[in-house]
């Protein structure tokens, strides 16, 4: 069984906003720091943001940076990532990820639990 469901994809014009959510297993999610990656195609999976267990520390690419927010809603075991003025490059399948190992979410090569992912199509 999936202990990670995205939903929240979907097609928007350059510019506009939309907000992914992440559904995850109450005892995975306690335990675990909460990252977005994402993947074009014939790219690598690329970074995008991640949100420690405990204090709510950030972290984002360069290229999303002051444009996407993440957070954490500990009652729903839900992580979301809200998405502002996106842009044709940020077209890609979102994949929601937890870091169990130290719960910091510093390291990407920590990360080891996955969902299945949730296609944005961004265009004008």
């Known amino acids: 069984q999936e202990e990670l469901v995205e939903s929240g994809g979907g097609t928007v014009q350059s510019g506009g906003s939309l907000t992914l959510s992440c559904s995850a297993s109450?005892?995975?999610?306690?335990?675990?720091?909460m990252g977005w990656f994402r993947q074009a195609p014939g790219k690598e999976r690329e970074f995008v943001a991640a949100i420690d267990r405990h204090v709510g520390r950030t972290y984002y690419s360069a290229s999303v940076k002051g444009r996407f927010q993440i957070s954490r809603d500990d009652a729903r075991s839900t992580a979301l990532l809200q998405m502002n003025d996106l842009r044709r490059e940020d077209t890609a399948v979102y994949y929601c990820?937890?870091?169990?190992?130290?719960?910091?979410?510093?390291?990407?090569?920590?990360?080891?639990?996955w969902g299945q992912g949730t296609q944005v199509t961004v265009t004008s």
């Open positions: 109450g005892s995975l999610f306690s335990r675990s720091a």
């Open positions: 990820s937890a870091e169990s190992r130290t719960g910091t979410g510093r390291n990407i090569n920590d990360y080891d639990h």
